[in-house]
């Protein structure tokens, strides 16, 4: 082990990032740290929307079905979804959102304690 660097007991750690992990800004950010928590031996579970995201070793993608809406905080365009920015979201809409993702953590592997 090189000097100055801690030893750590790997962990299992989720990740929730609703966008795809590719292009720019958190989309990256997410994607790299999920791989750079990986490398270090900690388990990672990604939840995302990223249909086609390739997983680095290590790390497992959860892909939690939202059909076709993504709430958006800026108006885009993504391949596959109808993005709209939140304040555009009707109450029922957003609660299916909400439900799906909440749904999906709920089967996420537990914390190890």
Request: charged share 15%; proline share 8%.
């Amino acid at each position: 082990m090189a000097a100055g660097v801690i030893a750590a007991t790997p962990v299992r750690i989720l990740i929730f990032h609703g966008y795809l992990l590719r292009g720019t800004g958190s989309n990256i950010y997410n994607a790299n740290l999920a791989r750079a928590l990986a490398g270090l031996g900690h388990e990672v579970h990604l939840f995302c929307q990223d249909r086609t995201a390739l997983p680095p070793k290590g790390v497992t993608i959860h892909v939690p079905d939202i059909g076709r809406l993504l709430p958006v905080y800026v108006a885009d365009q993504y391949e596959g979804f109808d993005a709209l920015p939140f304040p555009d979201i009707d109450e029922t809409a957003l609660r299916h959102y909400l439900d799906a993702n909440i749904t999906a953590i709920r089967f996420a592997p537990s914390p190890i304690i």
